[in-house]
């Protein structure tokens, strides 16, 4: 109790409240900035906790990402441009709800739900760190491999077009995510000679190019679309509570999978959100009203992103294990306050575990009310003429990605992916499922190849595990499923026709 | 739909077929049985099957059809304003380069010319501003540095 | 840091009319970092940064240009015009990179300035290993098919994968005898390892460090010359197996070539005084980092050393073009 109280008064140090404070307006703005990821957020941040007390500066990292994958649902509901790989999967819901009138509740339901996420998160944090660590450990590369596996298929699930364009959609990312030597074997693949590529292709610039840009370069070719209804936004809160009750089940089984997916490494609150979203569809009564602005999918989603940001702290504050990027970055700022991560991080500093189980706590509050202020602001580009609007972005995206690395070259990658899905789009083919094939490409490949090269050779071990086998079942039996619809319709179809 | 549905189909074909031919001339790694080629084949002859299958409109059936809009040269300005960001940026700096793209993209989406150059003034500087300083992105000073930098 | 920052404005702007000719740093520097933020490399840029700013009374930025595997970063700062107010991080990789043939760049595109921290690889096994000692753990290698076992810590051609070729050719094995599984980095390596997926690691024992604590992976010895601070109970392979066997993953200072004698001078004695600092060993010391140094001419003779070993490493594994 001692140590609860310590943790009180360390978090109401005014320096960890401004730090708070001004990281989550910092998340917040950064979060809806096309062309900044949360992740981005978080790298940006690394140089200025360098000169703030412990605390405070791992206090600035979890509301910052907190904050910014939240906001990252902005644009992405506004201007059908994501913020975050992490809204990706739902861009296309949320903005058509903002085109039926209903752009307070998409991101009322992001803000709401994303915030129950971050608390829901924390409690399995404080309560369940061993246990879900523990389950973080049994993971080696074969279920990683299976895992990457289903996560690839909710590219399938989640797409409105053809699934076949999706898969091909999604194989292009995959084939992109080859380029460079970031692969198990160090070799260059299709860099042609440009050093630029050896490092291979950031979903970020991806993400930018075949969202924002395509979107710009598809504002040039149309005419302005009609005015939304000139009405005041709503309250943004107002039903929140109402989708709550209704959805509860959803919401319940969103903040769940967000927790697990973000337990293990290298996961995170991307593929989390892909995955909840495409399970939300799978398991609806309406599938059908998916992607037509029907806030099921949101709810599930917007649960499950921010659920897993938090669980993805286990393994880092653990073992010093990143559960994905975020943390990757978090666990070299917790070195280098002294903050070690390890298990004597929980017992010999009680004091600063609580603390930030506290400042967790406080972060997904607040983002509440900072969160309603943010969506008023933003809403302004809706009224705002798109001949003002779309420079900008254009503007954004290209200094976006220049901040990535500090390289030129990604502004160019944002352009060639402009391009890449502007055509891709015309085509049918969603381009969602291009950056999920990204995103994934490596984890699928390094733990396909790790695997059979811990293996020999051998396929057997990829079943053999007991986590990997159940796994293998449920990605064998969703990959079956449709044939054996298929199969059944068909069946069914020509002995009613003999019938007939 | 159905010329095109042929057109990107083969274009996705062929791009899997060199996908693969291409993964299939990487060195093995010495000391590895699986190596560089494993997973571009893998994917290669994916996209191959996916080419084939969309060529033949196999699955149109799932697809609302919708008319685009016609194409005209303007689509082809933002990417050619980043490939200009590229090149400038470093020589010009960033205020003037932001300036001119601001400018540009505005007139080409039809802005009247008043709102475009006030966009061009206002938007370089706010943003410079955001990332020099907040965000400590080095951006190039060129012809005209930000007084702030 | 505020006070701190307004002070040491105040003091330079004191002192400024007192100096008649503009002395080298009359700006800020920019240090650049091929790697990410967050990272090892980055930390300890960062605690340089920090330190030569209050040594030189200008503000040390780090800025990270990452991409093509260190090689962007590195071309950025070799390419630099040599004012001094461009320097910059070298890391291993400049000697490995180029063998790969992956870039024409190598240590003698750079001004070395001060050499400043060293990584040795360690041996590490699952917590619930039989192997106690590292001697242990040779003889199960030595008695086992090739390619029997399994070991990871980093991509395939990285600094530890070339520390485990040593290691075996040191025992008078074959380099490729124990199986390499080309890993993301340390950290995915050591999850593997708690999660049984390979038999041992050869990171370096700070990226492992909250995995040993959790008691989840031991620590068998350090492939260094002497042992670390902050494992204290791991021996060297020298001290456990008379093999004098050493290498490691290091960071020093460089600038591009051509660098101003005087600038060089000057900069090289603030990097002494950083090292030599109470600050910057307490840091290093806290996250388990290895303290190494040298001055430019001993950096400049350490990566000609290096460039050799790390070649001849690479060429025994099979790895250099």
Known sequence: MNDLAEAVRIVLATDVLIAILASAVYGLVVGSLPGLSATMATALLVPVTFWLSPIAAIATIITASAMAIFSGDIPGALLRIPGTPASAAYTDEAYAMTRKGQAELALGAGLWFSAIGGIVGTLSLMLMAPLLAEMALSFSSYEYFWLALLGLMCATLVARSSPIKAIASMLLGLLIACIGMENPAGTPRFTFGVTDLLGGIEPIPALVGVFAVSEVMRAMASAEPPKLPPRRFGSILANQWLLTKRYQWQMWRGNIVGIIIGVLPGAGADMAAWVSYAMSKKFSRTPELFGTGHPEGLVEAGASNNASLASGWVPSLLFGIPGDTITAIAIGVLYMKGLNPGPTLFTERASSMYALYIIFILANIIMIPLGIVMIRLASVVLRAPRSAVMPVILLLCAVGAFAIGNNPFSVLMVGVFGVLGFVMERQGFPVAALVLGIVMGNMVEQNFVTSLIKSDGDVWPFFERPVSSVLAAFTIGALLWPLGVWIWNRLKSTTGEIVR | MQISNRLSGSVLAALGAAAAWGGSRLPPVPGQDVGPAAFPMVIGFGLVACGVLIALGIGRSFEVEETPEPLTWRVLVPPGLLVFYVLAANELGFLLTAAAMVLAAGLALGARPRLALAMAVIAPPLVHLAFYKLLRVPLPAGLLPAPWA | ?321
């Open chain 3, 1 to 321: 840091m505020i006070e701190r920052r307004t002070l040491l404005a105040a003091t330079t702007a004191l002192a400024a009319p007192a100096m008649a000719q503009p002395r080298w740093p009359a700006r800020p520097v920019t240090l650049l970092c091929p790697w990410a933020a967050g990272g090892g490399t980055d930390a300890v840029i960062r605690i340089i940064g920090q330190l030569l700013e209050r040594e030189l009374g200008q503000p040390f930025n780090v800025v990270n240009r990452t991409g093509g595997s260190g090689v962007v970063g590195h071309a950025a700062l070799a390419s630099a015009a040599p004012d001094g107010y461009t320097l910059g991080m070298i890391t291993a990789e400049i000697c490995m990179l180029h063998w790969q043939g992956l870039t024409e760049l190598t240590f003698r595109n750079f001004t070395p300035l001060g050499l400043m921290n060293n990584d040795p690889p360690g041996v590490l096994v699952n917590g619930a290993s039989p192997h106690r000692t590292v001697n242990a753990l040779a003889d199960a290698i030595k008695a086992s098919r090739p390619g029997q076992l399994k070991a990871s810590g980093t991509g395939q051609g990285g600094i530890w994968h070339l520390a485990l070729a040593g290691w075996l050719d040191a025992m008078g094995l074959r380099a490729d005898h124990v199986r390499w599984v080309p890993s993301n980095g340390a950290a995915p390596a050591m999850q593997d390892l708690a999660a049984n997926g390979l038999d041992f690691t050869t990171n370096s024992l700070p990226e492992g460090r909250a995995i040993i604590d959790a008691g989840r992976a031991r620590a068998l010895a350090v492939m260094g010359p002497e042992r670390l601070g902050a494992f204290p109970q791991v021996p060297t392979l020298k001290e456990a197996m008379g093999l004098d066997y050493s290498t490691g993953a290091w960071r020093g200072i460089a600038g591009p070539l051509n660098l101003p004698v005087e600038i060089a001078t000057a900069m090289g004695a603030a990097l002494k005084k950083v090292y030599d600092g109470e600050e910057y060993k307490a840091f290093l010391n806290s996250r388990g980092f290895g303290l190494t140094y040298a001055d430019g001419a001993g950096f400049g003779r350490h990566l000609v050393a290096a460039d050799a070993s790390l070649g001849a490493a690479m060429r025994g594994a099979g790895l250099a073009r």
